[in-house]
């Protein structure tokens, strides 16, 4: 579970409750079922009329993209890999056959066979981003989609609103009932929005983000690939790889691997 989205839409929607609550309102000042529908349906289908159903039918899957965790630590793979490269070092490239069918990493296991199997440097690299550019295309739709969602709301909010005050001018024979029509016609242009910048807006942002994120440590991957095929010792390929990461991530190896050191020393 990525709690960053789960704590986020917690927060933004416990936000616009309290402050309706510090306003004197109530959650049933907010209920609108004619203004619900327009926004959330009538939103749907103006994005399904820009897409397919094929795109409408990978909603959930995109959705359990934003809300679930499954990136690989950087870190990790750097382990990974400096592991595969004394394993190299030892036995040859060949002994990475099987060890890279081990790790569930569908990318990592494509460099490594490509390594194996004796393919050039030049085309190894050119194969591994391919992927890379095939895999950003795919996420781009997921992303696509909720930034159209978060177009379209407000628009469909605004439609709800004119059409709630034309229902208002209608009443206009009757004074008593024109201030709750005003209040219920702009229920609909709030829906719009807030879905927009406290769901769709924010869920496209986390899916861009977890693709830029996922991106780094492909890349990660490729200059690790092509430094054991190229035969660098163990030390060089962690150093390379290190060079995609924050400081705040080197030096946080740098405080494990002493920490390791230590304890080997003390074994």
Request: charged share 25%; net charge neutral.
């Given at each position: 579970m990525?709690?960053?989205?789960?704590?986020?839409?917690?927060?933004?929607?416990?936000?616009?409750?309290?402050?309706?609550?510090?306003?004197?309102?109530?959650?049933?000042?907010?209920?609108?079922?004619?203004?619900f529908i327009l926004v959330m349906f009538g939103t749907l289908g103006a994005t399904i009329i820009g897409s397919s159903m094929k795109t409408l039918g990978a909603l959930p899957s995109i959705?359990?993209?934003?809300?679930?965790?499954?990136?690989?630590?950087?870190?990790?793979?750097?382990?990974?890999?400096?592991?595969?490269?004394?394993?190299?070092?030892r036995e040859g490239v060949l002994a990475l056959d099987d060890a890279a069918r081990k790790t569930n990493h569908r990318f990592l296991q494509k460099g490594i066979e490509l390594v194996v199997d004796g393919t050039p440097s030049i085309m190894v690299?050119?194969?591994?981003?391919?992927?890379?550019?095939?895999?950003?295309?795919?996420?781009?739709?997921g992303e696509t989609v909720f930034t159209t969602l978060g177009g379209f709301s407000p628009t469909l909010g605004i439609i709800g609103t004119v059409m709630g005050l034309i229902g208002m001018l209608a009443k206009l024979s009757e004074p008593g009932r024109m201030g709750h029509a005003i209040a219920a016609a702009f229920v609909a242009t709030l829906y719009g929005v807030a879905f927009a910048n406290l769901i769709y807006l924010p869920v496209a942002a986390k899916l861009r983000s977890k693709t830029s994120e996922e991106v780094v440590v492909y890349e990660m991957i490729i200059e690790g690939v092509m430094s054991i095929q190229a035969?660098?010792?163990?030390?060089?390929?962690?150093?390379?790889?290190?060079?995609?990461?924050?400081?705040?991530?080197?030096?946080?190896?740098?405080?494990?691997?002493?920490?390791d050191q230590r304890e080997s020393k003390v074994a």
């Open positions: 990525d709690l960053a989205t789960v704590i986020g839409l917690i927060i933004a929607w416990g936000a616009l409750f309290l402050s309706l609550r510090l306003e004197g309102g109530s959650l049933a000042d907010l209920f609108n079922a004619p203004a959705m359990r993209n934003a809300l679930v965790d499954k990136a690989m630590d950087p870190l990790e793979v750097i382990d990974l890999m400096v592991g595969f490269a004394r394993i190299a070092r690299r050119e194969i591994l981003e391919t992927e890379i550019v095939a895999m950003q295309e795919r996420h781009k739709i035969g660098d010792n163990p030390r060089i390929v962690e150093t390379r790889m290190l060079a995609y990461l924050p400081p705040s991530l080197r030096a946080m190896r740098s405080v494990v691997k002493s920490v």
